[in-house]
């Protein structure tokens, strides 16, 4: 008689934390165990709020977190990302408008923006509605963005409507290849981790490059 084959139930998200010691695969399962938790979308919404005027962490990697722990969650996880973004890009745009001496300025001294906020100055001069959309979609730190404008008084209509495509645009775009490859790509991602991480700050480097690039 052969023997009776019982599978082991795969680890979850905490138990492959617990069981690793290296901190980058740590913290990767530890996101996607806490990704799973009904504190999830809110603590996205803060995030994407918060960076659209002065935090410096991108909302990306919970967003990506939360739609590889629940796949067919990535379209409400993406609207409430874009929504607060574009809310928090509100804020940003009133403290260029009406506090840029006090809390303005030195947000954009921080991030070594002066030189992108005259070159969208420039996009808009130039090509309005469509230079303000290009700010809102390329590399450069969103937060710059919405400050500058405030601080150079853009429509306020303009600025919103290019806010809400362009903050859409990659968010849903993250959430939608994730929720519809994730499971595909994820045997890879965990395996190349590292080499991932490493890609992705690659890329967060470049944005801020474009700082000094732009000027």
Not at 34 to 39: D, E, L, V
Not at 173 to 199: D, M, Q, T
């Amino acid at each position: 008689m052969r023997p009776e084959i019982v599978e082991t139930p795969p680890a979850t998200a905490m138990e492959r934390a617990r069981a690793t010691r290296n901190p980058i695969r740590k913290l990767y399962f530890w996101t996607l165990h806490w990704a799973a938790t009904r504190h999830a979308l809110p603590a996205l919404g803060i995030l994407s709020f918060a960076e659209s005027s002065f935090f410096p962490v991108p909302p990306d990697v919970l967003l990506a977190a939360i739609c590889f722990g629940e796949p067919r969650r990535w379209l409400r996880a993406a609207f409430w990302c874009s929504t607060a973004s574009v809310v928090g890009g509100m804020l940003g745009y009133y403290i260029g408008w009406a506090l840029w001496d006090t809390v303005g300025r030195p947000i954009v001294e921080f991030y070594d923006g002066q030189a992108v906020m005259d070159q969208v100055h420039g996009w808009y001069d130039e090509y309005g509605f469509l230079g303000v959309l290009v700010a809102a979609i390329t590399p450069i730190p969103y937060k710059v963005f919405t400050i500058a404008s405030g601080w150079f008084h853009f429509d306020f209509g303009q600025f919103l409507l290019a806010s809400a495509i362009g903050r859409s645009f990659r968010f849903f775009l993250v959430a939608g290849l994730i929720g519809r490859y994730g499971e595909r790509v994820r045997p890879f991602l965990e395996e190349k981790l590292e080499w991932v991480l490493l890609a992705f700050a690659a890329l967060g480097v470049l944005g801020f490059l474009a700082l000094h690039w732009l000027g």
